[in-house]
């Protein structure tokens, strides 16, 4: 059973990257799946959740920059990022949860991908 990420790197401000999530070993379409990330130095926090019915949530940090989506045929999860800012670098992570948490913090989330750097912004 594990979550992976992958599509991080490196890009200029106001630029754009798309992340992905991969589910194995789990029944993907019936879980909520979150997006945290963490920047050097501070602590992790809470993005985007989308829930097995594909309902959305967003931090309010993100202002509608961020989309996130799920495949459940390819046990895939999303998170399109546009107009990138230099606050948003850090590690991406996603986690499984049962529903989607407001705050983030007062959720539950038992299994975590080892998380994707989206590097210092050019």
């Known amino acids: 059973v594990q979550l992976q990420e992958s599509g991080g790197g490196s890009v200029q401000a106001g630029g754009s990257l798309r992340l992905s999530c991969t589910a194995s070993?789990?029944?993907?379409?019936?879980?909520?799946m979150n997006w945290f990330r963490q920047a050097p130095g501070k602590e992790r926090e809470g993005v985007a959740c989308?829930?097995?019915?594909?309902?959305?949530d967003y931090a309010d940090s993100i202002e509608g920059r961020f989309t996130i989506s799920r495949d459940n045929a390819k046990n895939t999860m999303y998170l399109q990022m546009n107009n990138l800012k230099p606050e948003d670098t850090g590690t991406y992570y996603c986690?499984?949860?049962?529903?989607?948490?407001?705050?983030?913090?007062?959720?539950?989330?038992?299994?975590w991908g080892q998380g994707t750097q989206v590097h210092r912004l050019l």
């Open positions: 986690a499984s949860s049962a529903g989607c948490w407001r705050p983030f913090s007062a959720g539950t989330y038992p299994l």
């Open positions: 070993g789990l029944s993907y379409s019936q879980y909520s």
């Open positions: 989308i829930s097995s019915r594909g309902i959305t």
